[in-house]
């Protein structure tokens, strides 16, 4: 198994950065596919972003594609989401999730859940 936390959250205005991690522990992260998703009060869970375990291919939502980065850092069992041009409309909790294989876009897919980190974006 692999445990997850999240961190970076937090207030920032809109047009601002944030750089949210997703650390690891238990089993060697490199094993796992992770993804990013964010839940706004009243909403479903909704993807944001994936990556493969080597972090050669990622997938992304559209309406997230050109502002937000993700990557990881196997050695340092983390996963980064760079969030660029802020919205008010992304502001959500923000949940790192791991899955054994694949690149999915669905939370069902994945098996681990970190416990989100709150992004509140100011206009």
């Known amino acids: 198994q692999v445990q997850l936390v999240e961190s970076g959250g937090g207030l920032v205005q809109a047009g601002g950065s944030l750089r949210l991690s997703c650390s690891a522990s238990g089993r060697p992260f490199a094993n796992y596919a992770v993804g990013w998703f964010r839940q706004a009060p009243g909403k479903e869970r909704e993807f944001v972003a994936s990556i493969s375990r080597s972090g050669a291919s990622t997938y992304y939502a559209n309406s997230m594609k050109g502002r937000f980065t993700i990557s990881r850092d196997n050695a340092k069992n983390t996963v980064f989401l760079q969030m660029n041009s802020l919205k008010p409309e992304d502001t959500a909790v923000y949940y790192c999730?791991?899955?054994?294989?694949?690149?999915?876009?669905?939370?069902?897919?994945?098996?681990?859940w970190g416990q989100g980190t709150q992004v509140t974006v100011s206009s």
């Open positions: 999730a791991a899955m054994e294989s694949g690149l999915g876009a669905t939370p069902n897919l994945y098996s681990y």
